[in-house]
Structures are given as C-alpha cells and as structure tokens.
C-alpha cells in the first residue's frame, strides 16, 4: 500500500502538480492543528490572577482607564475593559458573557439584569450622572438670549451627529433635547447616527459632521484647540443615571464589589467630577 | 504573544483556515459530483454567510453557543466552559462564517477535472476513496490552497461575528479588527495605526499568497 502511495505521487510530479503531494500537504495541516492544539489550552485556561472583567459603556473610555489603574495601584485587583454599547452587552450578559462587572450608560439595562435573574440584586449602584454637551465646529453666532441649540438649524454646520436614540442611552436625551427644542422637523434631513457614542465623537473629530451630541467625557477628550462646546443645560436633556450592575455568573463577585464601592467612593467620584460628570 | 490581538487574530485565521480546508473538501466533493437539484441547494446553503448580515450571523451564533441551547450546553458539560465568548467559540463560529470561501473554489477545482480522468481510474480498479485521494485532490490542489488563503485573509477581517460571539474580551476574544474599531472610535490614533498596520501586513501577505498560487494554477 505505501508503495502505491509513493507511487501515484511521483506519477503526479512528472503532470506538473506534484510540488506537494495531497498526502503532504494533508500532514502539514494536521500538523498545524496538534500545533494549534498545544497552543489552545494555553489561551483558554485561566491564569494565575484572572483580571477583574469589565463590560463597559462607550462614553467610559475617556474615564475609565485612569480609575481602573487607580483601583488597580490601591487593590492589586488587576482590571480589564472592553467597550461597546449597552444594548450590545446586555444581549451578551443575557447569554453568559464572562463579564463581572456591566457599567451601563443608562439605569434601565442592569436594572433589567437584576429583574431577569442576571444581575446580583441589591448591587445595582449609580455611579454618575452623565450629561451632555453639544458640540459645534465653530462659535456659532447667537443673538443675545438665544439658546445654541438653536444654531443648530444653520445648514452651514452641514451634518448633526447624534448616538442612534434606538440603541443608545446618550442617543435618547439628545433626541430629547431636539425634540424640546422643536428642531425635529427642521433636523432630520441633516443628522447622522452613531451606533454609540465614540462613533459620534468620530464623526465630529474627523469633520464628517459639524455638529453633533456628546457626552461631558467624551467632549472633553476631543481636541479643545478647534470646536467650540456647550454643556446642555437638564431642561433640554435630563441628566443621565448611569447604573453598573454586578452579574450573577462572575466568579468574582467580591471583587467586583469592591470595584463598585471604590468607584461610588470618594477617590473615584473625584475622577467623574473633574470629567464633568454630575453625581 | 498568543495574547496579543495580532496573536489571537494569527492563531484564529490559521485554525479556521485549516479546519474550513479538512472540512470543506467533502462539501465541495458533494456538491460538485450530486445531481443539479443537490448541487443547486447545497451551493445556496454553503453561501448563505455571504448574504447575511455578520451581526446578526453573530447574535444567532451567541445564542447558539450559550449554554441554555442545547448545543452550547452539551459543549459546556463537555469541555468544562461554556462556547460562547471563547476561542474556540470564535473558531467555531469563523468556520460557519468563512465557509463559502473554503467550499467555492474547491468546487470550482472539482467542477473542472475532466471525467474522463475519474472514469479511467475507476475502470483501471481504483475505489471512490482512492480515485478521490490519488486523483481528484492531487488535480484539485490549487483550489485547495486558494480555499485556505481565501479563508485565511476572510477571517483576518472578520469584524461583526467576532464582536457578537467573542464579546471583545481583552487576550481572548479581541482580535486585530476590533482593536482597529477601538481604537479608531476612542480616537486613539497612534495605536490604531499600529493595529491598522498589523492588518494589513496580513492581507498584503494573503493576498500575494493568492496570485503565487494563480501563477501556479496557470503554469501547472
């Protein structure tokens, strides 16, 4: 039989396929695969200090890399983020993502974690109240008394970006806020959605839209030295209620415990406040 | 290394790539070599990835893979952790993803090995098995290894299943693309040209891997 094999495979050289014969090239697969096998356990098993896991709102990701190095320095409790949107990771917590710790943009997501079985009852906190601020590519020009929202309907600003209201927490208070205003009608036709937050920040940072809504942190984080912003007062847009929520599958719930005591405490509320966020 | 988002983009895109070639062959032996009402339904099956939004693929695939299904549950007691959020929920997952590109130049290989080759060698006493191994596959090479580039570079862009079943878990499930994402939207410039960079090396790489292989074909 082997004979045969290696026969049929010089036969195969000499029709000009045969710089690999399937056998060999059959081997090297399966000999990638034991490679990848070896490897696998390697990226799969736990570590000896498995980091605390955060799921965590996008307008978190201008704050939250300083408190998490600050809880990390004080504990030794090792941190480790992922950013995304609420709704997205409220699916995912739904399915047993591995996260400990889900700091939403809103109060309705983990207090839902909490109502489904998900979420650790009682553990569900306010950590800050998030607000917005409206961006423009310029100081628009303002008769006296007029509030800049109302700078908004000037189609010099070209695109109004905000966070798709459907998905996004930061997206409901901005439509709140147009629809307030009375500039829906008006708006439409010009605005473009985020699928979060950060993507509205991109959007404004790279020029694509004029205008646009953002979250205190957020706004802070892009460039200063070009866009003028103003804080949006709670008449037009309530402020936010930002809840985290424990999950009920976490091995390290006592961590994550301690991470929420240290973000609602003094040290981390400080980092909120000088972020613009309100408590 | 392994860690890393190039690492894990690496690892995932080799192991998908391979599996997808080990696993494609005999889809693509089938639909080439069925009757024309198979042929027609297994190549709209095999393409369906193509057409379907990868978020969505990727919601479906996290409920798939969590462990109140049946499948993800019969994983877990299995392998001791659930296949959602995992590698090896990626790999599962970029395998369904990809497949077209594994299955379709094969086919295409299959399609293309005249008959009367298989028909000699079945009268000169060769099985199916043998004809399949000794004949068809050896004709059949270049595709094979099209396939595997094309899996390969497919799954080194993959972005929206990743970031539904994967769940974007630092040193695990955060590869290359959505490091890009990342850090493009958190407008953290300087680390997205690097992941940018990353990225395209390996298509670049792909890419060449499939026009020496094209070269090949024609020459061969």
Request: hydrophobic fraction near 45%; aromatic fraction near 10%.
């Amino acid at each position: 039989m082997d004979a045969g094999k290696s026969g049929s495979g010089k036969g195969n050289g000499s029709r000009g396929f045969g710089i690999l014969e399937p056998g060999q090239v059959l081997w090297m697969f399966l000999a990638g695969l034991l490679f990848c096998q070896m490897v696998l356990p390697s990226l799969s098993c736990a570590k000896d200090k498995p980091p605390l896991r955060i799921a965590a709102a996008a307008d978190l990701e201008a704050i939250l890399p300083k408190i998490a190095e600050a809880f990390t320095r004080k504990t030794g409790i090792p941190v480790s983020v992922s950013y995304g949107s609420s709704g997205v990771f409220f699916l995912q917590v739904r399915h047993h993502a591995p996260f400990d710790l889900f700091m939403s943009a809103d109060a309705f997501y983990p207090a839902r974690l909490v109502r489904l079985g998900d979420g650790v009852p009682g553990t569900d906190r306010i950590y800050a109240r998030g607000g917005l601020v409206l961006w423009f590519s310029r100081k628009p020009e303002l008769a006296p008394g007029v509030s800049p929202v109302k700078a908004l309907s000037d189609p010099s600003f070209g695109k109004i970006a905000l966070a798709n209201p459907r998905v996004a927490p930061y997206g409901r208070a901005s439509l709140h806020c147009l629809k307030v205003s009375g500039l829906v009608g008006t708006l439409r036709a010009r605005w473009v959605l985020g699928d979060n937050v950060s993507q509205v920040a991109q959007y404004l940072e790279t020029g694509a839209a004029g205008a646009g809504f953002l979250p205190v942190g957020l706004g802070e984080k892009l460039r200063t030295e070009k866009g003028w912003t103003w804080p949006v007062p709670g008449s037009c847009a309530p402020p936010l209620l930002q809840k985290m929520v424990v999950l009920k599958t976490s091995s390290r719930q006592e961590a994550a415990k301690s991470f929420e005591s240290f973000v609602t405490g003094p040290s981390g509320q400080a980092f909120f406040r000088k972020a613009g966020y309100g408590r | 290394m392994f860690h890393s988002p190039f690492g894990i983009t690496l690892m995932l895109s080799f192991v998908t790539a391979s599996i997808l070639t080990l696993l494609g062959a005999p889809i693509a032996y089938g639909i080439a070599f069925s009757n024309r009402l198979g042929s027609v339904a297994g190549e709209i099956l095999v393409s369906l990835t193509l057409v379907f939004p990868p978020a969505v693929l990727g919601y479906f695939l996290m409920v798939c893979f969590s462990p109140d299904s049946v499948f993800g549950h019969l994983f877990e007691r299995v392998f001791g952790h659930p296949l959602a959020f995992s590698f090896e929920g990626l790999v599962v997952a970029s395998i369904i993803y990809s497949l077209p590109f594994a299955v379709q130049p094969l086919t295409q290989s299959f399609r293309s090995v005249p008959s009367s080759h298989l028909e000699m060698a079945r009268i000169l006493g060769a099985g199916r098995l043998t004809t399949f191994f000794r004949v068809l596959l050896p004709i059949s090479l270049p595709g094979l290894l099209t396939g595997w580039v094309l899996s390969f570079a497919h799954t080194v862009g993959e972005f929206g299943v990743v970031l539904m079943v994967g769940g974007n878990i630092p040193g695990e499930t955060r590869t290359l693309s959505i490091e890009a994402y990342e850090d493009l939207l958190s407008l953290d410039f300087a680390n997205a040209r690097k992941a940018v960079f990353a990225l395209l090396l390996l298509s670049l790489v792909s890419l060449l891997g499939i026009q020496l292989l094209n070269r090949w074909r024609r020459s061969g």
